[in-house]
């Protein structure tokens, strides 16, 4: 997961591994519930949860939700929960500001065949 400010202000990194999913939940789910241009009242029915819970999700009321109470949310907006190791393609660790060693490339294959070499264009007069 990538590192965010939660690691900053944690007495642990469990901790901060905790209120950083968490926060990325909730904005997934905000983002869904204003994408379809629901009411909060309408997002409250498909969440299956009340308006004024629907309301402390919207105003990032972090500390009201538990890991648990955002993932059981997903499938009702059609989300699902993704985990990948680090540094993989689409994973958001790959936007941490945290260095990571350069790749090395792979040398190129060499071809059996020789490469023809360009002709030279004749000088202009």
Known sequence: MA????????DTP???ANLTARSLLMIALEKR????????TQAAE????????????MTGKLHKFSLDALVNMLPAVGLVFDVRPNGEPGNASTLSREKRPARKKAPAARSAHKTPTPRKRPARA
């Open 3 to 10: 590192r965010s400010a939660f690691y900053d202000i944690t």
């Open 46 to 57: 498909v969440l299956h949860v009340t308006q004024p819970r629907v309301s402390d999700l």
């Open 33 to 40: 519930i204003q994408d379809q241009g629901w009411t909060q």
């Open 14 to 16: 469990e901790e901060a």
